[in-house]
């Protein structure tokens, strides 16, 4: 079974940064891009970031570009975000997410982990 961890969470105040880890498990995934979504109460699934296997494509959303950094390490199977500059409007629980596609669609992805909350204050 393919599992798919998330850690790294916490309260931070604005202007600090976070690092997010995705741990994946129980597959192999070299033909698989990897994306982070978030997700606020009341809101829905918004895409943050991807990036293939191989890391030879990267797609930011616009929010947060300059500010986020997606970077994989595949020898331990991990991806991870980079959060700087942080903002309350960041504040949401963070999804890990992989699939054979590289997309910024939610639908598209085959697997998600159980997501980890980042909460910044101001």
């Known amino acids: 079974q393919v599992q798919l961890v998330e850690s790294g969470g916490g309260l931070v105040q604005a202007g600090g940064s976070l690092r997010l880890s995705c741990a994946a498990s129980?597959?192999?995934?070299?033909?698989?891009?990897m994306g982070w979504f978030r997700q606020a109460p009341g809101k829905e699934r918004e895409f943050v970031a991807a990036?293939?296997?191989?890391?030879?494509?990267?797609v930011y959303a616009e929010s947060v570009k300059g500010r986020f950094t997606i970077s994989r390490e595949n020898v331990k199977n991990t991806v991870y975000l980079q959060m700087n500059s942080l903002k309350p409007e960041d504040t949401a629980v963070y999804y890990c997410?992989?699939?054979?596609?590289?997309?910024?669609?939610?639908?598209?992805?085959?697997?998600w982990g159980q997501g980890t909350q980042v909460t910044v204050s101001s």
């Open positions: 129980g597959g192999t995934f070299s033909s698989y891009a």
């Open positions: 997410a992989a699939g054979g596609p590289f997309s910024v669609t939610p639908s598209l992805y085959d697997y």
């Open positions: 990036i293939t296997w191989s890391g030879g494509s990267i």
